[in-house]
Nanobody
């Protein structure tokens, strides 16, 4: 029912910035909890950030705190990930995920876990290289 599409990845120098976008479409009437994950070759998928349906509650992984900012525009059903001061270790495929929170989970920390999202995009490559 819901399609999730990421965009904005690319190649950037260390210390540079990128902004990823993710749009969830498919006619859903209610907003979705949305999050960003990343996966580097040979590594487990890890949570980067998550944002509540209203946009007021946010989670960041310690590794990106202070450098990345997640935000959303509910009118556009779009979530953004502004990535600043990028480092080579940020290189990964970045995935956007969305979930309607049908169970009414009240803690954003629940959405640190990939298994808790219903919808996923195909990913966008971010490469940080000098």
């Amino acid at each position: 029912q819901v399609q999730v599409v990421e965009s904005g990845g690319g190649l950037v120098q260390p210390g540079g910035s990128l902004r990823l976008s993710c749009v969830a479409s498919g006619g859903t009437r209610s907003s979705l909890v949305m999050g960003w994950f990343r996966q580097a070759p040979g590594k487990e998928r890890e949570s980067v950030a998550a944002i509540s349906r209203g946009g007021l509650t946010i989670y960041y992984a310690d590794s990106v705190k202070g450098r990345f900012t997640i935000s959303r525009d509910n009118a556009k059903n779009t979530v953004y990930l502004q990535m600043n001061d990028l480092r080579p270790e940020d290189t990964a495929v970045y995935f956007c995920a969305a979930d309607p929170n049908l169970g009414g989970v009240s803690s954003i920390r629940y959405y640190r876990h990939s298994d808790n999202y219903m919808y996923w995009g195909q990913g966008t490559q971010v490469t940080v290289s000098s």
